[in-house]
């Protein structure tokens, strides 16, 4: 990754004045054309957007990533690029249930920006996208007569993309802190959605098999979002099992009681080991 020169508070404040100007300069256009938008065909709806998307583009080119200045102001650009594409896709298309191909290329060139410039709002555009389209991919998989089967067809996406999310960050490839927390919030989201479709057995095992692999990784790592994240699991996970299968009764209650110490205990004990030399 290219080093960034940090900016003056000069810069810094000249930088927010850029975002206000471009603010009331596109909340203006937006106006403009929302009042006259019903009049307008589908093709000059879409080439405003087009154009929009390419001029955002060729601007955030343009900058680079000469500074950190210079690298802030191309992320805001090209996400709002990618964006604009997006939009413009969709509205030409006009899809009603899935605008699959509109998010895919507004990934793709999310994911191209990203690869240009490592920044954490393009990180997060990046797995935005990448997030919806999953979900309108299996939207548009599963046959409407079964959209209960949408959701786990998503999460499925989910836990790919939270192993591609680790496997980076792992290797710093990404934002070490950034890409854990959006991997393991993946994998959270997945056992919830499991858990929430009757799909009860997937989520326990894919919630043993996460607090197992995100230990083992934080014992290598230790940082913090692999330690809260198996800990958050474990405990939400134990709870929806004991809730599930003893229901209100008293047995419930010992059960979370017990599942409290446990992970109390297991905290301990990896605090202790934090404390080891190595």
Request: hydrophobic share 55%; net charge positive.
């Amino acid at each position: 990754m290219t080093h960034l020169r940090p900016v003056s508070r000069n810069s810094l404040l000249a930088e927010i004045t850029g975002y206000l100007g471009g603010a009331f300069i596109l909340i203006s256009l937006t106006v403009f054309v929302a009042e006259r938008f019903d009049d307008l065909n589908r093709g000059i709806r879409s080439g405003i957007f087009v154009t929009s998307s390419i001029l955002l583009s060729v601007i955030a080119l343009w900058l680079g990533t000469r500074s950190a200045l210079h690298a802030r102001l191309s992320s805001v650009l090209a996400l709002g690029s990618s964006i604009a594409m997006t939009v413009a896709l969709a509205t030409y298309f006009e899809i009603d249930r899935a605008p699959v191909f509109a998010f895919a290329i507004g990934t793709a060139m999310t994911i191209f920006f990203f690869i240009r410039n490592r920044s954490e709002l393009l990180h997060l555009g990046t797995a935005g996208f990448l997030f919806i389209t999953s979900i309108m991919t299996a939207a548009s998989i599963v046959k409407e007569d079964v959209d209960a089967l949408t959701m786990p067809a998503a999460a499925s996406f989910w836990l790919g993309l939270s192993a591609i999310w680790i496997y980076l960050a792992f290797n710093r490839k990404i934002h070490l802190h950034l890409g854990y927390v959006l991997g393991s919030g993946l994998l959270f989201l997945a056992i919830q959605v499991f858990f929430n479709q009757n799909h009860r057995q997937i989520s326990y095992l894919l919630a043993a098999i996460s607090v197992f692999a995100l230990t083992r990784i934080y014992l290598i790592e230790r940082i913090w979002p692999l330690l809260v994240a198996p800990l958050i699991i474990a405990n939400i996970s134990i709870a929806e099992l004991v809730a599930e299968t003893l229901g209100g009764s008293l047995g419930a209650v010992s059960g979370l009681f017990v599942a409290g110490v446990l992970l109390i205990l297991t905290s301990l004990y990896v605090i202790r080991s934090l404390n080891q030399p190595k």
